[in-house]
Structure formats: structure tokens, C-alpha cells
């Protein structure tokens, strides 16, 4: 069964902190590896696709990385603008691409 | 381009009563997948067709839930009847070629 585990469940910083969301990931063969942001009340906005191990993406002051085990998402000199849950979902090969979403990182960022 | 449009955004209702959520998806958008999220966890399948048919439905509780999507295009989440444990966030989304999906704003549903 695929698994999904994001870490930390909540993280707060200061405006211009760096820092990185962690994804870790159990599946038998990765499609795809995806990045979404969730603002309040809102349904998730797709970021970023990884597809393997070694690949980077950038947006902003985003940018994904993968490994063959987790994926970052690190974060340079965030704004309070910045401040949304983070998802990480993956999808498998061989069977029915349905993604398997992680519980997210909710992160605020101060003024 | 539109994006993924749900509605209604809010419903309350009392327990034992009906319930349906309207999607239209992305045009051109072949997959459309209906997704529960409750507070503070992360979307969790119910429902997901490739055009017409619904392929995976394993995850759907048949006893209450039902789903349709007509001629392929807009697709329709209905509960009957609805129970307390029901409230949560419905999401639609779609993709094309099975590729990162696209999210509505999402159907929020007390039952009370």
C-alpha cells in the first residue's frame, strides 16, 4: 500500500526564515511525486511534478527536490503570503495513477 | 480557461436528509476524481471516472453515496441519507492523461 508521511504537521517562521517540508514516501514504482498548496477554505493548487530521483523545480521562492525516499520542499526568505498548508501526493506505476495525498504542513510565516 | 467549478460551496443540513454536489471539470479534462477531506488530514479518493465510467470506487460507502457522471463532462456526489460523520470538505478535481490534478474550491457539508 502506498504511503505518505509529511513532516512536520505545523511549522512557523519568521518572515525571511528559510527552512524545508519533508515528504517521505512508500510505493512500489514512482510516476510522479506532487507538490499542492492549500490556502484556508480553499482546494489544493498544484506546484510542482517530480519524476525522479535527482530532479529539482523551482517557482518563486519554492523549490522541490527528490529522492528515492522523500522529497523537500525548501523554502527561501518566505513572506507571511507564503503562509498554506503544503501537500505532497504520489502516484504509482502499474495500477490506477490514483494519487495518495499526505496529511500536509501547515505553515505560517510571521511578519 | 475556467477552472474546476463546484457547487454549492456551503450546505448544512440535518441528519437523515439528502444531499448532492455538482462538477464541472476542466475542459478537455477526461479524468474526474471526487475527493473528502476533513479537517487537518490530507484528500482521500472516493470516486474516480475516466470519462464515463467509473473506474475506482472501492473507497465509496455504496450504501449511502452515489455518483454519476453524464455524457463524461459534469459529474454529481450524492448522499442519502446524510450522517453526522459526513461533514467534511468534498473536493472535485480533473486531470488529462492521468497527470497532476486540477482542484474546485470544494463543497463544505455540515450535518447537524
Known amino acids: 500500500e502506498d504511503q505518505v508521511t509529511q513532516s512536520p504537521e505545523a511549522l512557523r517562521l519568521q518572515e525571511g526564515e528559510s527552512s524545508s517540508l519533508n515528504c517521505s514516501y512508500t510505493?512500489?514504482?514512482?510516476?510522479?511525486l506532487f507538490w499542492y498548496r492549500q490556502d484556508p477554505g480553499k482546494g489544493p493548487e498544484f506546484l510542482f511534478t517530480l519524476y525522479s530521483a535527482g530532479e529539482e523545480k523551482e517557482k518563486e521562492r519554492l523549490k522541490a527536490t527528490l529522492t528515492k525516499k522523500e522529497s523537500f520542499l525548501h523554502i527561501t526568505a518566505p513572506k507571511p503570503e507564503d503562509s498554506a498548508t503544503y501537500l505532497c501526493a504520489v502516484q504509482a506505476t502499474g495500477g490506477s495513477y490514483i494519487p495518495t495525498f499526505g496529511r500536509g504542513t501547515s505553515l505560517i510565516v510571521h511578519p | 480557461e475556467a477552472g474546476v467549478v463546484q457547487s454549492p460551496r456551503y450546505k448544512i443540513i440535518e441528519k437523515k436528509q439528502p444531499v448532492a454536489f455538482w462538477c464541472n471539470p476542466i475542459s478537455g479534462h477526461n479524468t474526474l476524481y471526487w475527493y473528502l477531506q476533513n479537517l487537518g488530514q490530507g484528500p482521500e479518493l472516493l470516486i474516480r471516472y475516466e470519462n464515463e465510467e467509473a473506474v475506482d470506487d472501492s473507497q465509496l460507502p455504496k450504501d449511502r453515496f452515489s455518483a454519476e457522471r453524464l455524457k463524461g463532462v459534469d459529474s454529481t456526489l450524492k448522499i442519502q441519507p446524510a450522517e453526522l460523520g459526513d461533514s467534511a470538505v468534498y473536493l472535485c478535481?480533473?486531470?488529462?492523461?492521468?497527470?497532476?490534478?486540477?482542484f474546485g474550491e470544494g463543497s463544505r457539508l455540515t450535518v447537524l
Open positions: 478535481a480533473s486531470s488529462q492523461d492521468r497527470g497532476e490534478l486540477f
Open positions: 510505493v512500489s514504482g514512482l510516476r510522479g
